[in-house]
């Protein structure tokens, strides 16, 4: 059996290819509820089920539900198969792993996101902070709920990582390349941010057109906000393909540069899909379009940084890591 061959059936560290795939599905899974769920946004949903939670409506099934109703309802039962993985994932890992196992550690983390994202959709729910809301309140919730999804994906994918064959993250003695890596998470999770309420604004004021009025000293902050939006993705887009390119160069590896590549080309069509989404102004599907990317930018972002912060300057590639698509 070639050396290929055995990383496809059994990742290093014992974990089974089984194991390896359900992560992986955990993460692409993952990423359909979080696109569901900004439909509930876009489509002024979220208070289909009124401030009942976890019901819906007084009902653990509505009845006779209106359209709404359905749309909320569906991604409340898909958050529940959501949590529902990571556990599975966490049992799995601990029942198969030794201790102190960088899957069994990812998963475990994966569960405790997920219960945080849990209770911060269960908390814009409970304090009416959905459909027609424009409060500040609003806005701070949905910022912190944006960055814990990033977190939960991050640790997701990671955890999907590991089990394909990474090694553990090395912070110390990284240098120049642990700071523009740090760098870029923060930037690329503070650009997430400002996506997110600029899209909130879209759908709370979709007859608000033109730059004048977005400025106005009379319109709402999220408003605002949505034209720092593309000026922020300009300069977080810079530093981004900057430091992408300079860890590449500084780490002697081809999963290093495919990486960095990925990352690249996705920020490229996002841009691409920005513009679009403001000259179309913003409409639902494109929306879905530009989250999706966002998210995967994340993903080979969190990939790229795996990678590189497992090698040191100029080492050559010490693993394999299977392919995510090539694990499913």
Not at 122 to 145: C, I, N, P
Not at 194 to 211: I, K, M, N, R
Request: proline fraction near 3%.
């Amino acid at each position: 059996m070639s050396s290929r061959t055995a990383v496809a059936d059994v990742a290093e560290g014992g974990v089974s290819a089984g194991l390896r795939r359900f992560a992986w599905a955990n993460v692409l899974y993952n990423l359909a509820v979080i696109l569901w769920g900004a439909y509930v946004r876009a489509t002024g949903s979220g208070a289909g089920c009124g401030d009942h939670w976890p019901i819906c409506n007084g009902q653990v099934i509505p009845r006779d539900p209106s359209l709404e109703t359905i749309i909320e309802f569906t991604h409340r039962l898909t958050s529940g198969v959501a949590l529902v993985g990571v556990v599975v994932l966490f049992i799995w890992a601990r029942k198969t792993l030794p201790r102190h196992h960088l899957v069994r550690s990812g998963a475990k983390a994966s569960v405790v996101l997920m219960i945080i994202e849990a209770l911060l959709g269960a908390g814009l729910v409970l304090f009416r902070l959905v459909a027609d809301d424009t409060s500040t309140a609003r806005a701070v919730a949905m910022a912190l709920h944006l960055a814990n999804t990033l977190l939960l994906v991050g640790a997701m994918t990671l955890t999907a990582w590991w089990a394909s064959g990474g090694k553990a993250i090395r912070l110390r003695g990284q240098g120049l390349v642990g700071g523009l890596l740090i760098g870029a998470h923060a930037g690329v999770m503070l650009l997430g941010t400002s996506g997110a309420l600029a899209a909130l604004g879209s759908t709370l004021y979709p007859e608000v057109a033109g730059l004048e009025a977005h400025l106005a000293p009379t319109a709402h902050i999220l408003l605002k906000l949505s034209v720092l939006h593309p000026m922020l993705a300009l300069v977080v887009g810079g530093y981004l393909l900057a430091a992408v390119v300079i860890v590449a160069l500084a780490r002697n590896s081809a999963t290093t540069r495919r990486l960095a590549a990925a990352v690249i080309g996705l920020y490229l069509l996002q841009v691409g899909a920005g513009v679009t989404n403001i000259y179309l102004q913003a409409p639902v599907w494109l929306q879905l379009v530009h989250l999706l990317l966002a998210d995967l930018i994340w993903i080979a972002l969190v990939c790229l940084a795996a990678d590189a912060l497992a090698r040191t300057e100029g080492s050559a590639a010490p693993h394999e890591v299977v392919h995510p698509v090539a694990a499913l």
